[in-house]
């Protein structure tokens, strides 16, 4: 007998329909003698229209209204299932955040969940009952209700399935693994069958949404055995694990993109100790968050600095520079679209000429590359939006990546 967790995305929830077929899964794992607890994300689509009805209220000043709303869809999903189990004969019951309890701070639209209390659903479980729980919710400090962050029922799965210390956390959704691109515009992407911790946190916190960052994060930390799966196929997924269960290490295993960036260049900038301290201090104390940075040489002690923070700051990020008494420049120049694209891969470690193959790719194809960053397992290049569909498929060839046609 093993204790297992299953999340099903929005897609996998998408309808009353989808709902039965999700019932129809956890029971082929009680049938197994398994312990089942779900978690449920809302149906697809419906935390946006969630988020657009606060948009709709005014300019948002209680985050804490914010996360009633936007983690309502959830409940529906949650109390659904629990009624489809029951009709499918196996005993089963909705718990949200606060009745578990799921404990986060209290970051509202952005908490993190600090501890889980694990007692009564345990006692569930050892019952034979299905316990099934709404992603993306918990409780504050304040006794209400907060949300994780979008993508954030991955999250709630995962770190359920630590606090459980469940076998597996089998993360159910609309792709049947873990691909070296996206799969929904690189059609030549290959399905991998196993993906280290370190690369999938890499993937996720460069754009690949499959597995929200700190859904890895946590697995991670707690040695959860992670698989991501399809909904709609008996497939075997992609199983993210360490580092030493994956014999073969490619050189880049994958390429993930963001268009969340938007770059901002500060013209001719005076070139003396303090000026970056001046224009990042008040960037962060407004909470912009600052991603790539590159400084050229000064000539004539003034220089040009450009970064890059989300869409969503750039407005604020450009309020703040240009209220800014500190910093001087000739002029502040923002640009909303581009695209960051990276390649990632543990094998990078050992092995040189990674980039080069990348600048090299991207300079035959006529693409300019605006910006660069690297870590030891990642090289990231910020290029034109219109361009990103065209690097994505190039690069996903020049690493040797694209599945064979069949
Ligand atoms: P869910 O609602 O199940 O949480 P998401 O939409 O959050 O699903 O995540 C799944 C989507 O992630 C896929 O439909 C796919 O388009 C996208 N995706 C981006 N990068 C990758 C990748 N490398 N491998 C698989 N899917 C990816
Ligand atoms: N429903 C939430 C969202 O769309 C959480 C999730 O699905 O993971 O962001
Ligand atoms: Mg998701």
């Known amino acids: 007998m093993a204790r297992i967790v299953q999340k099903f995305g929005g897609t996998s929830v998408g309808d009353v329909e989808r709902i039965k077929n999700v019932a129809r899964r956890v029971k082929s794992e009680i049938d197994l003698g398994n312990q089942v607890a779900v978690v449920v994300s809302a149906m697809s689509g419906e935390t946006n229209r969630l988020v657009g009805y606060t948009g709709e209220m005014g300019a948002l000043v209680d985050a804490r209204e914010y996360d009633v709303v936007v983690s309502s869809g959830e409940q529906v999903t949650s109390g659904l299932l629990a009624l489809a189990l029951q009709d499918l004969g196996i005993p089963a019951r909705s718990w949200m955040g606060w009745q578990i309890p799921i404990h986060t701070d209290g970051i509202h639209g952005k908490a993190r969940i600090a501890e889980i209390g694990t007692d009564a659903l345990s006692e ?37 399935a630590a606090a459980l210390k469940a076998d597996r956390c089998d993360i159910y959704t609309d792709v ?71 014999v073969e290490k490619e050189l880049v295993s994958g390429i993930a993109y963001s268009k969340d960036e938007a770059k901002i260049t500060l013209v001719s900038v005076a070139d003396r100790p303090g000026v970056a301290a001046h224009i990042f201090g008040p960037l962060a104390e407004a909470s912009v968050n600052v991603d790539m940075i590159v400084q050229n040489i000064s000539e004539e002690g003034r220089t040009d600095v450009t970064f890059t923070v989300p869409n969503g700051d750039l407005s604020r990020a450009v309020e703040v520079l240009e209220k800014s008494t500190e910093v001087n420049y000739k002029q502040l120049i923002s640009d909303p679209d581009v695209v960051k694209v990276s390649v990632v891969g543990v094998g990078m470690r050992s092995h040189a000429g990674v980039a080069q193959n990348m600048f090299q790719t991207l300079a035959d194809k006529g693409i300019n590359i605006q910006v660069i960053s690297t870590s030891e397992i990642k090289v990231s290049v910020l290029i034109a939006e219109e361009y990103f569909e065209l690097a994505l498929r190039a690069l996903h060839t020049a690493y040797g990546l694209d599945a064979e046609e069949v």
């Open 176 to 246: 049947d693994g873990v691909y070296t691109c996206d799969p929904r515009i690189v059609t030549k992407a290959k399905k991998l069958d196993k993906i280290t911790y370190e690369e999938m946190l890499e993937m996720a916190s460069l754009g690949a949404k499959v597995l929200q960052t700190r859904s890895v994060e946590m697995g991670m930390k707690h040695g959860v055995r992670l698989q991501v799966r399809s909904s709609f196929s008996e497939d075997e997924g992609t199983l993210v694990v360490d580092e030493d269960e994956i």
């Open 124 to 160: 569930r479980l050892n019952g034979g009952e299905v316990v099934v729980v709404p992603g993306f919710q918990g409780v504050g400090p304040d006794n209400r209700i907060t949300t994780l962050g979008r993508g954030g029922s991955d999250t709630s799965a995962v770190a359920l």
